[in-house]
């Protein structure tokens, strides 16, 4: 028997990436076409996004857990959520929850970890980026990380807020974001961490001057392999 795995969306494509990839993937483990039962709960990115613009995390945890409780009620037994800027917010409620959590952050260290890489590059939201959800689970691990400066975090949030959670992937963007990684690499950097969900449907391994950790798919497979 497998478990049911329950995604708490915020971002479409985020959340599309994610569920296509345990489904796609689950096969492997699983036989042709099938994956373990997956239930889909998610609020409006806007009404998230006004919780994190006026610095309410508390409330963006009360929102996953509200999406959680709805998911538990329709069978879920482990939960996740492809996004990561507001696990700031699972942070503060994760106790709480009435099913357990895989935290996409902590996935993505162990996989830095058993890669032997030493210092992470993070790309994601600007609240990402300066926040400490990868900054808590690195130093855990004894990893350490590097951001872009603030110029380049602001260029990173305005083209994944006005352009990939839209669905538009724009080769401009794209070299942009290959810049970005290449001077984190003239500073040390030895991989770079996609920690945003929808950044890997920009950027791929072809596409960067360092190995990339996808945070999306490194959550799908950590889903898979407890579901399974």
Known sequence: ??????????S????????RTICLEGAALLGPHDHPEVTLHGFSLGSYQRL????????VGEMMLESAARLVRSGAQLLICPDNTVH??????????????????QEVAGEAQ??????????????LMEGPVYRSKLASVGIDHRVPNAEQRARINQIIYDE????????????????????????GCDAVALA????????????SPLPILDSTRILARAALRKAT
């Not at 028997?1 to 995604?7: C, L, Q, R, V």
């Not at 994190?52 to 409330?59: H, N, T």
């Not at 959670?165 to 500073?187: G, K, M, Q, T």
Request: with cysteine.
């Open 52 to 59: 994190i613009d006026d610095d309410r995390w508390d409330s």
């Open 12 to 19: 479409s494509e985020g959340a599309a990436l994610c569920y």
């Open 164 to 187: 990939l959670v839209c669905a538009r992937f724009l080769p401009e963007s794209r070299a942009y974001f290959h810049n970005v990684i290449r001077d984190l690499a003239d500073d």
């Open 196 to 207: 945003c969900t929808e950044i890997p449907l920009l950027i791929s391994a072809a596409h």
């Open 88 to 105: 700031q917010g699972l942070d503060l409620v994760r106790e709480r929850s009435p099913a357990p959590w895989i935290h996409i952050a």
């Open 1 to 10: 028997m497998t478990k049911h795995i329950g995604i708490v969306a915020v």
């Open 114 to 127: 058993q890669c032997g890489f030493k210092r992470l590059a993070i790309l994601g939201t600007r609240f």
